[in-house]
């Protein structure tokens, strides 16, 4: 695999490109343009300048982390055409520069949801973190003053502003889209870029959805393994893939995180990888990527990236706030460098038990 961190660009992020290089293992970064609007064209020369950058730290740009979908290709509008034109001209610049992984959602309006972005932890840390009972008592369209406010003064990632500027106009948008409406509108839209992703080798990540269940009344259709599979058969292309990460598919207890793994060779193109406490129904807390920190079993995890061959390109993610850092929340330095460097360690110890057990028994594998 290729350790990555993600990495909001120059003037967005706290976390700078020469303290990612100094992470043990990293090879590069996940980035973006974080202020093109989602539906425009990414101009080539902001996508040559910030390949540029990358590489003058001696890191690579492993993957794009997102080409946002407009909502008018979510919501099935007329209009979506010229969006999804704008979308396949950016993926042809993105090829033309080299970088062939784009890591995007389908969700609407709100590309995930907490209840609090710094929930206190007995060990002086904190974390992000969902709750059902709170999020019910929030007014859908007054959710992003209440996300803005813990923001620490970041635009926070699928909450840019002039996106979420009228939620109420978004909710409207989506008042007659079902999870059947917006499958259909996701097919759509991915058949009609998969002849340019084919064309250049570009794969197409999709992210599942976070929480992994509807929020505000909103569909939700990337969910669980049998939503996945739906989509693959539905658009088959090898360009069509999953970025999997383990804590928006792991918020439902009910996903077995390693099953989904195995079942899904070929089809993971990009991994998220990190942990979370169940707390209750439709409740947890993130948590460090130690395993005995959270719900997930990371050894299992790890281990079932390595039994099916995956060599794409992941990341820690959504770490604590710890040691006073001010950042992001879920996007500081030093807890993901931690996790970093924990899961790397897993690997490791993984991938050298398993050289041990095929030089000691040659038949094994």
């Known amino acids: ?12 992020d706290s976390v700078t490109l020469e303290q990612i290089r100094q992470i043990p293992g990293v090879k590069g970064v996940i980035t973006t343009l974080y202020d093109v609007p989602a539906g425009d064209e990414w101009p080539l020369e902001r996508i040559q300048a910030l390949k540029e950058e990358v590489e003058s730290y001696g890191l690579k740009i492993l993957g794009i982390e997102s080409v946002n979908v407009h909502d008018a290709i979510k919501a099935g509008l007329p209009e979506r055409d010229r969006y999804i034109e704008n979308y396949i001209k950016t993926l042809e610049r993105l090829a033309a520069c080299d970088i062939r992984l784009v890591c995007y959602n389908f969700m609407p309006v709100f590309d995930w949801v907490r209840s609090d972005l710094a929930k206190p932890r007995e060990d002086g840390t904190t974390v992000l973190s969902y709750e059902q009972s709170v999020i019910d008592r929030i007014e859908p369209t007054r959710i992003f003053s209440r996300m803005d406010s813990g923001s620490n003064g970041f635009i926070l990632p699928g909450w840019e502003p002039e996106r979420l500027a009228d939620i109420r106009k978004l909710f409207e948008l989506y008042s007659d889209v079902d999870d059947q409406k917006l499958f259909e509108h996701m097919v759509y839209f991915l058949k009609a870029v998969m002849p340019t992703c084919e064309k250049y080798d570009i794969m197409m990540a999709v992210h599942p959805d976070d929480p992994a269940w509807p929020v505000f009344g909103l569909p939700r259709i990337v969910t669980n393994l049998e939503n996945l599979n ?3 058969d539905a658009v088959g292309s ?15 207890p ?3 995180i390693p099953e989904i793994i195995r079942s899904l060779k070929g089809r993971i193109f990009f991994a998220h990888v990190r942990n979370l406490k169940h707390q209750g129904p439709r409740s947890f807390d993130e948590a460090a990527h130690l395993s005995e920190d959270g719900s997930l079993d990371m050894f299992e995890i790890m281990k079932a990236f390595y039994d099916i061959g995956f060599d794409g ?3 820690p993610d959504h770490g604590r706030a710890i040691w006073g850092e001010k950042a992001m929340p879920g996007y500081g330095l030093f807890d993901r460098a931690l996790g970093a460097t924990y899961l790397n360690g897993l690997w490791e110890a993984i991938s050298k038990m398993d050289r041990l057990s095929r030089a000691s028994f040659p038949g094994n594998r």
């Open 1 to 12: 695999m290729k350790l990555t961190l993600r990495w909001f660009g120059t003037g967005y």
């Open 230 to 232: 739906k989509l693959f």
């Open 238 to 252: 090898p360009c069509n893939g999953v970025t999997l990460c383990t804590g928006s598919l792991g918020s439902n």
């Open 254 to 256: 009910e996903n077995n």
């Open 313 to 315: 390109p992941f990341r």
